[in-house]
């Protein structure tokens, strides 16, 4: 667990994490794919990049967490650990889409210790991830954990995307996580089973999901 507490804790707000007893279910169950660079020197991880597994062939790989410790920033890698985690679950999974999410710069304006949005947006498109044009919000890790909207989905690659996918391929992988997203969170529902109007609003247009231009 020294990537959760020495990386991911002091990266993430609380309400972008999962739980310690959730991590070591998904660590120890393989629902987390994780990529982690060390310091071969001093034994101590640097980095971490973490995504959930598919289910099976054509689903979505999302890129849960990537981040870097303070011991390694400036030194390249968090791009390593991205290109890197990017490019293995592609060969290994041959997923729909390998999507993350991030928070909109233009709602968000972060801190010293959780970053500049605006850099971190810029980060993943220099690493060549595309901007999903859909609504997006995160829905909520745990029941008492405080919503974050304004996100963006983000694409870093996969079949839905290639020039021979066919039209609606994205649309289509883009409806499907968020569905099944959303179906394995907390998210209240009202008495007529509706969800809340944003994320009513994220179900109803991913279908229409196209890449940003």
């Known amino acids: 667990m020294q990537v959760v ?7 993430f707000p609380a309400s972008e994490l999962a739980s310690l007893p959730e991590f070591r279910e998904g ?7 994780h990529e982690v660079a060390f310091d071969p020197a001093a034994g101590t991880a640097l980095g971490a990049a973490i995504g959930t597994a598919p289910s099976g062939v054509d689903d979505v790989i999302l890129l849960t967490w990537l981040a870097v410790g303070q011991d390694g920033r400036g030194r390249g890698v968090g791009g390593a650990l991205l290109d890197h ?6 060969s290994q999974f041959h997923p729909a889409l ?7 710069p233009r709602f968000h304006v972060g801190s010293p210790a959780t ?4 850099a971190r947006l810029r980060f993943y498109l220099r690493h ?22 304004h996100m963006l989905l983000l694409a870093f690659g996969g079949n839905a995307i290639s020039a021979s996918a066919p039209a609606g391929a994205l649309g289509q992988a883009v409806e499907r996580f968020v569905r099944r997203y959303v179906e394995s969170s907390p998210e209240p529902r ?3 089973g509706r969800y809340l109007p944003q ?15």
Do not use: C
Not at 115 to 118: K, L, S, V
């Open 115 to 118: 970053g500049d949005p605006q």
């Open 199 to 213: 994320v009513e609003n994220m179900l109803a247009r991913a279908s229409q999901a196209k890449l940003r231009l």
């Open 27 to 33: 660590f120890a169950s393989g629902l987390f794919l």
């Open 5 to 11: 507490d020495s990386i991911l804790l002091p990266s």
């Open 190 to 192: 009202d008495a007529q």
């Open 85 to 90: 985690a990017v490019s293995k679950w592609l």
């Open 128 to 149: 060549g991830a595309r901007v999903i044009d859909t609504p997006f919000v995160m829905p909520l890790v745990a029941a008492d954990a405080e919503r974050v909207d």
């Open 98 to 104: 390998i999507v993350g999410e991030v928070e909109d």
